[in-house]
C-alpha cells in the first residue's frame, strides 16, 4: 500500500522492496521507508476505533501482502496491566506491563512473524531458514505450519529445551551448532546460497514489531518505555511505531526508550555509555539470558538511535538481578514469564533514581514463563 524502499541505517542508499534485500552493499542493516503524507489521507482516529485491538488494527503502516498470504493467529492486542505490588516497593505510582508473553507462541515475535511469513509467501518462497535464541523460532514455526511453508531453524547449543520442543512440535527442521547466535546465523546465510528463503530480524521483522508501539500509544501516554535489547529489532520496531503515529497525526506522544541487556552481552549499553557511533561485537557471551545474547545487535545501531533520539538511556544488568526481577514478577504480580524477560524490570529497579514517581512508565515482558525452567 504505501511502503516505499528498503533505506540503509548507515549509508542512507536506497533500495526498491520488488526484490528481497537483507543488507545494504555497505554492510548496514536496512529500514523500509513509506510515504506517509498518503497514509495521513487513509487513516484517523474514527478508522482505527472502528477496528479490533490488534496487530491488523495498523494495516496501513504495515508492508503489502498479497490477499491469501496474510497468515495471522490473532497476534497482538495485548493488555497493558497497571503493577500494584512492585510499583509500591519502588515507590512509583504508575507502572506497567506490557504483557507480550500472551500472544499465541508465548512472544512478541508473532507480530514480525505475521508479516515475515507473508512476504515469503509473496515472494515465493518454499523452504525458509532462519537463525534463532529460541523465540522467534517457535514462532516461525508456529506461522509456517499455519501458512504450510518448510521451515529450518538453527539453534546454539544453549537454546532451552521447550523452545526446541515448540519447534519440533510445529514440524520445523531443526538443526543444533556448536558456538552462539552469531554462529547460527552464519550458518544460516549459508544456507541462504543454497536456495532457501532467509528470515530473521531483518526488514520486515521490525515493521511488525512495530505494532508494539502502535498500541502502547494508544493504551496510554507513556514517559518511559523499558524493554529488553538482543537484536535490537523490539526496540528499532517500537519507537518506529511511536513515531509514526505522531508523523500521521494520530498521536504526538513520544516516550522516553530504555534498552536493557544483560551484563554478559552488553553491546548497544557499552556503546551507549561510552558515547560511541560503532557496536562492538562481544566476543564470548555469558548469561543465561539467552533470549538477548547476540552477540553482533543486527539492529543494534537503530535500537541505539531510538535510546538516544528519545532521551532515554541504555543499561546493563546481571543475571542475579534479571533472575531477582522475573521472581518478583511471578510471585508478587501473578505474572509468569520468561527469564530474559525479567531484565527490563531489572534495568528499572538497578536505575530507579532515574525514573520519577508520577510518570507512566511501560515495562515490556517479551516472553511466557512456560518456555525455560531457568
Ligand atoms: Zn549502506
Redesign the pocket.
Known sequence: MFEKSFV?G????EFPTTRMRYR?????SLDISYDYSKIRGKISREILDSRIFGHMRYREFLPVINEGNLISMGEGGTPLLKSESISQQLGLENLYFKLENLNPSGSFKDRGSAVEVGKALDRGAEKAVVASTGNMGASLSAYSAKANLDIKIIVPEKVPEIKLEQMKRHGAEIEMIEGDYSKAEEKAWDLKEKGFYLMGDYAYRGEGEKTVGHEITEQIKADKVVMPVGNGTLMHGTYKGVKEFKKTGLDENVPEMIGVQAKGCSTVSKAFKENKEKIEPVGNVETDAGAIACADPLDGKFALEAVRESNGFACDVSDRKTRHARDLLARDEGIYVEFTSGAALAGIIENIERFDKNEKIVCVLTGHGLKDKL
Do not use: L
Request: with cysteine.
Open positions: 540503509c548507515s549509508c542512507g542508499s545494504c552493499d555497505c554492510g548496514g
